[in-house]
């Protein structure tokens, strides 16, 4: 018998706020007993759920694990400026004049993620 993941879990120091970021950045939508000062809050969307939880230490080192994202619907350009707007900042460009890499970009508590090209992107490559 094998496990399955349930949840990536996010440690947070405002788990509300950091998942209202990501529900809007991943088009997923939060848990409905989620609420503002709660200790914990999930996101479900399509194929991944996340929990938030508070924990008391401020974050201090880099992440040991990160999410890698791929647009479905727009450029990678396009998603970097989206989330950009919902309060993300560019923490690292490893984007190539020949349009392969990826941006790597920080939620609003600092946590990183990388945002790559979309599949249509990577296809007009091939």
């Known amino acids: 018998m094998t ?15 950091l998942a209202t970021f990501w529900a809007a950045a991943l088009g997923g939508r939060l848990a409905d007993d989620d609420h503002p000062g709660d ?5 479900d969307a399509t194929g991944v759920s ?4 508070t924990v ?3 974050r201090t080192v880099k992440n040991r694990v990160h999410l890698d994202l791929q647009p479905q619907d727009l450029t990678r350009e396009e998603e970097v400026d989206r989330l950009l707007a919902l309060g993300a900042t560019l923490a690292g460009d490893h984007r190539r004049p020949d349009g392969k890499g990826w941006a790597t970009l920080t939620d609003p ?15 007009a490559d091939a």
């Open 50 to 53: 996340l929990l938030f939880v």
């Open 39 to 43: 200790p914990e809050a999930t996101v």
């Open 109 to 123: 508590e600092g946590n990183e993620f990388c945002v790559e090209r979309s599949a249509a992107e990577r296809a």
């Open 3 to 17: 496990s399955l993941v349930r949840h990536v879990t996010i440690d947070s120091s405002d788990p509300y706020t």
């Open 56 to 58: 008391p230490d401020a």
